[in-house]
């Protein structure tokens, strides 16, 4: 920890200085990330590959001063970073050997729904700063987060809340289910009914629902979890998503980092069952994850939490940037719908790597659906 050999495991020494922290701070006790490679921590009976990143697998910093920021239209106005697309997404064909390769395992019984993602890599050489404020302009995302660590930087554009806790009460919005928005608004509208009609997104999206509700039954008091708005739809500036809430009552002993042991890493971006799709991500995807569907977050003196899914989320380090894009895979998956969905999720960049500025969606009149 801090460049010192500690024989107790990562978690233990996480809660012990967060409890020192918490006892220090009036604001936020500790903002940081967490890698989804950290897995191989949590998960040493599996014989994940080992990451060769240079990059902490846990990173959580004590902030000494909280100061409230506003963006400026002129930061904006000066903010065109342009993005050099170095490595695409594998084409159609090689996308659907490896979709054909899932099913294999899904056929298997080995699992029923494989998240599986491929990254982006561009070469960038505008300020990392400047290019997450140009990006969450146009995205405005609700959990997003810049963290800089001098050798690298997170820019996190994520639209999924991981889970929050507030007065010993825990809540999750599990995401699963997309469409691209429409700057025709009658198709706009269309295409969010479309997704809250599908009968395959529900079978995936409850799929990722009943994990997280086992997730939460470790750590929740008995008979205390529950699902509402399930196949709810929220709308962004580039997607719609299909999204629930899983809640409970946390029971009294739980600490910061039994919550953490318990749901990571968040369901959405594995797969069910959990640790069987975590294998088969780390023989298929053919590269390291790190923060990406990773978490960032922060934690208040009193306990309560705040953690993101870390999606549509960008690494920049030595002006190379990593941006994985992906979704679930089950058994009737389209290989070239799934690729095209993939490719939707990295639409925010699009207009970055053209160097103009996109045409916003008119969400005025955009229908929202729910079952509540």
Same mark, same amino acid.
């Given at each position: 920890?801090?460049? =010192? ?10 809660? =012990? ?8 701070? #009036? ?12 897995? #191989?921590?949590?998960?040493?009976? @599996?014989? $994940? ?20 920021? %506003?963006?400026?239209?002129? *930061? &904006? *106005? ?16 090689? !996308? ?21 993602? /491929? ?16 990006? %969450?302009? +146009?995205? %405005? ?24 806790? =507030? ?5 999750? $919005? ?39 509700? #086992?997730? &939460? ?23 719609? /998503? ?32 959990? *640790?069987?799709?975590?294998?088969? @991500?780390?023989? &298929? ?19 309560? +939490? ?16 990593? !941006? ?24 925010? &960049? ?23």
């Amino acid at each position: 920890m801090n460049g =010192k050999l500690s024989h107790e495991s990562p978690l233990e020494l996480f809660q =012990k200085t967060l409890d020192n922290w918490k006892s220090e701070s #009036n604001e936020l006790s500790a903002v940081g990330y967490i890698s989804y490679d950290f897995k #191989n921590i949590l998960f040493p009976h @599996i014989a $994940f590959s080992n990451p060769n990143s240079t990059q902490p697998l846990l990173w959580f910093g004590k902030p000494k001063l909280v100061i409230p920021y %506003r963006i400026t239209e002129s *930061e &904006l *106005e000066t903010a065109s970073p342009v993005f050099r697309l170095k490595k695409d997404i594998p084409p159609p064909h090689e !996308y659907k050997e490896s979709i054909r390769k899932i099913k294999t395992a899904l056929s298997n019984g080995d699992s029923y729904q494989i998240n599986f993602t /491929q990254p982006k890599k561009f070469e960038i050489t505008d300020n990392p700063l400047e290019i997450y404020l140009s990006i %969450r302009e +146009m995205a %405005r995302p609700h959990y997003g987060m810049y963290l800089n660590q001098k050798d690298f930087q997170i820019l996190s554009f994520s639209p999924e809340q991981f889970f929050r806790t =507030k007065n010993r009460k825990i809540e999750s $919005f599990p995401m699963k289910g997309t469409r691209p928005r429409s700057n025709d608004l009658i198709m706009d509208e269309r295409l969010a009914g479309e997704l809250f009609q599908s009968v395959k997104d529900r079978a995936e999206h409850l799929m990722i629902v009943d994990l997280i509700r #086992n997730d &939460l039954g470790k750590i929740c008091d008995y008979d205390s979890v529950r699902v509402d708005n399930l196949y709810g739809i929220q709308s962004f500036e580039t997607v719609h /998503q299909m999204v629930s809430r899983v809640y409970g009552q946390l029971q009294n002993s739980i600490t910061e980092s039994d919550i953490i042991r318990a749901l990571f890493p968040g369901g959405s971006i594995t797969g069910a069952p959990k *640790e069987k799709s975590m294998e088969i @991500i780390d023989t &298929l995807e053919g590269y390291q994850r790190g923060i990406y569907t990773g978490c960032l977050g922060y934690i208040q003196p009193n306990g309560d +939490m705040d953690f993101n899914i870390a999606i549509r989320t960008m690494t920049i380090q030595n002006e190379k940037a990593v !941006y994985p894009v992906g979704g679930g895979i089950v058994w009737d998956s389209d290989s070239l719908e799934e690729w095209q969905e993939a490719q939707q999720k990295g639409a925010i &960049l699009k207009p970055f790597q053209e160097n103009v500025r996109p045409q916003k969606v008119n969400h005025e009149k955009t229908q929202q659906f729910s079952n509540h």
